[in-house]
């Protein structure tokens, strides 16, 4: 179990204006909570080993988000996983950071939150040598196309019938600067 001296160590927050929540890396303990909200938030449910991998392979970069005065509740999520796939133009493998879920509980949406996990992730997965950064969103998801737009990731392609229901996919990529 996490003390509360643990989640001291692990958190780090911007002195910025909401304070009402704090951000850090998942536990093995979390998981069992992230899986809730996933299974309230998003139509694609993940069995629990899948956490536990992404757990165990990328842990820098599976942040959780809990209230300040409830630090073991989750609020919302961010998890990565690092791809080696060959680049456009040449036959070398690049690693990409693929965005494999973050949700956020309804509650808590429109406080900043999401971005938060995302600022925050994104330079942890980066010390793996990323050139680029991607993910797939449902192309009637406005609300984290918008989300994705104000971090830089930009439309490039869609993935027909990605997913279970039919819906398609934006794949959206952000460039790392060199
Ligand atoms: N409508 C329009 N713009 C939105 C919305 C929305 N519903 N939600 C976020 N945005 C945009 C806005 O520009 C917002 O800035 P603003 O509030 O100043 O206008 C900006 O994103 C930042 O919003 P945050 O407060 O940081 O985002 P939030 O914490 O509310 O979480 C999220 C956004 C994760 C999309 C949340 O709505 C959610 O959990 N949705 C359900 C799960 C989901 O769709 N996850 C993404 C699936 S794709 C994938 O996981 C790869
Ligand atoms: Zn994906």
Redesign the pocket.
């Known amino acids: 179990m996490g003390t509360d001296k643990d989640i001291r160590i692990n958190s780090f927050n911007d002195t910025k204006k909401d304070e009402s929540f704090v951000i850090r890396e998942c536990t093995f303990e979390d998981l069992e909570l992230v899986k809730e909200v996933n299974e309230k ?2 139509p694609e449910d993940y069995p629990f080993f899948f956490y536990k991998s992404i757990l165990d392979n990328f842990p820098e970069s599976f942040l959780v988000a809990s209230p300040k005065d409830n630090p073991n509740k989750i609020i ?1 999520y961010i998890m990565w996983r690092v791809e080696k796939t060959p680049s456009k133009d040449s036959l070398r493998l690049i690693n990409k950071g693929h ?1 494999v ?4 509980l309804k509650a808590y ?7 938060a996990l995302l600022a925050k992730s994104m330079p942890r997965i980066q010390n793996r040598q990323l050139k680029e950064y991607v ?3 449902r192309v009637s ?4 196309i ?2 994705y737009e ?1 971090f830089n990731y930009k439309k490039e392609g869609i993935k027909k019938k990605y997913y279970k229901d039919g819906e398609n996919a934006y794949y959206m990529v952000c460039k790392v600067s060199e």
């Open positions: 938030e998003l919302g965005l879920s973050i949700a956020i949406r429109r406080k900043g939150i999401a971005s993910l797939e969103v998801n406005y609300g984290a918008d989300l104000k």
